[in-house]
């Protein structure tokens, strides 16, 4: 068996397994929702969000349009649960970055993706910095309009929006920071399940999506080499 033949096997594998674990989460988000008689538009984001992190996990720019669109009814959600930072990047940050960057991802595709970049040490640099400086001014803003999760709230909502326009401009370093928002996430919903136990359909999803974010990282890794070498 070739090379080429046995990438093909092995991608196939990988496709069924998320597949797999796709349907078993919906199910499981399902049972959570009715045992807690969880509002159905609570957790409606959750199920197009599966298909949604099955795309990102192939690196797919389609996940882009679609994220975009969802992420207006996962603000409508955050709010209820008094995320107000995460509702925030959701309706300024999340649904019009992630339309741009659909456009253009489809403007400089590649197979299913886009061409893709790396960051210089300088802007990995700056970056950093202006992370640290947004984040001390979450950090006293959250608190003036009611966050209950000020720490974890605003680092995960800083990280998704650095990741937002890190996939806008197609660099390959999103995949590893969406890794850390990942876990982070998985975090903030486990101290949310004492006061609001309902959160449990998004921290299952929580968990789904940290795989396929496993996968897209690899993904994105190998596309970028394959695009170097071509």
Known sequence: MNYHAEKKISSSKKEIFIIILMVCTAVLITVAGIYFKQNFLRFLPLYISLVIALLQSRVNRYSNILGSINSLLYGAVYIYFNLYGAAFSAFLFSFPIQLLTFIRWNKNKWEHSTVLHKMSWKQRILLTAGFIVALAVMWFVL????????????????????????????????????????????????TMLKDTPEITTHLIFSVYSFICIVFAFFEANKLYKGQQEK
């Open 143 to 190: 608190p003036l309009i009611g966050s209950q999760y000020v720490f974890l709230d605003s680092v995960t909502t800083l990280l998704g929006i650095v990741i937002y326009f890190l996939t806008m401009f197609a660099y390959v370093e999103y995949t590893f920071l969406m890794i850390i928002n990942g876990i982070l996430g998985i975090i903030l919903y486990i």
